[in-house]
């Protein structure tokens, strides 16, 4: 079975641009979760999609959005980049709470 | 609001030896994790603990979880240089056992000297 998908690897961007990630999770997996990874504040939760409606949001700014699509693949859109946006950003599906399967992350730089 | 707290938060350790990760959480939970990272690399699923005084094994680690004492343990037995890396647990609020919402520890650092 293949694992969790996240395009692109890397991504280079400059303050004020927007930026779309992308996550296929596992077949199969209909929960799809995103994070944030930094050095600072450790991993912290952005938000959770489950059959295409958003089921739980962390606390983040509205300039964090995302939403998934009846494949259950699921996109993140961060808008007005800031700096402190430059993370490591990773997807995890999940099927019936047996726990998160990490995708390789996204690693965005804001220059 | 749920915290999770891990120590020791870097742990320089020789090989062959013995030691002992802590997680601490502040309220009830259903399930606890533990997840590495390598250096660069994303998180992988080691153990999920669902129930008091569950115990886990695999190779040289094993997790165990008193929900009592709102602890999970991370025990490393007889450590190797491939045991280095990042070492995470990661809770999820009672109830809420079947979302993706974790809440996780800042990471604890293991480094194993030959």
């Known amino acids: 079975k293949a694992g969790v998908t996240q395009t692109p690897r890397y991504l280079i961007k400059t303050r004020g641009q927007q930026v779309t990630l992308s996550c296929s999770p596992i077949?199969?997996?209909?929960?799809v979760s995103w994070y944030q990874q930094t050095p600072g504040q450790g991993l912290q939760f952005l938000f959770e999609?489950?059959?295409?409606?958003?089921?739980n949001k962390g606390n983040f700014p509205g300039r964090f959005s995302g939403r998934q699509f009846s494949n259950s693949r699921s996109e993140m859109n961060v808008s007005t980049l800031e700096l402190g946006d430059s993370a490591l950003y990773l997807c995890?599906?999940?099927?019936?709470?047996?726990?998160?399967?990490f995708g390789s992350g996204t690693q965005l730089s804001v220059l | 609001e749920l915290k999770v707290e891990q120590n020791p938060l870097f742990l320089s350790m020789q090989e062959g030896k013995n030691y002992t990760i802590y997680c601490n959480y502040s309220?009830?939970?259903?399930?606890l994790y533990w997840y590495r990272q390598d250096p660069g690399k994303s998180l992988e699923s080691l153990f999920v603990?669902?129930?008091?005084?569950a115990v886990k094994q695999e190779g040289r680690l094993m997790a165990s979880l008193d929900t009592k004492a709102r602890l999970s343990t991370l025990h490393i037995t007889a450590a190797v240089h491939d045991l280095s890396a990042t070492y995470f647990c990661?809770?999820?609020?009672?109830?809420?056992?079947?979302?993706?919402?974790?809440?996780f520890g800042q990471g604890t650092t293991l480094q194993v000297k030959p």
């Open positions: 999609y489950f059959s295409e409606t958003q089921r």
């Open positions: 990661a809770v999820d609020l009672a109830g809420s056992s079947n979302t993706g919402k974790l809440i």
């Open positions: 995890a599906s999940s099927y019936q709470g047996r726990g998160l399967f």
């Open positions: 077949s199969g997996h209909r929960s």
């Open positions: 309220t009830t939970s259903d399930r």
């Open positions: 603990l669902l129930s008091n005084g």
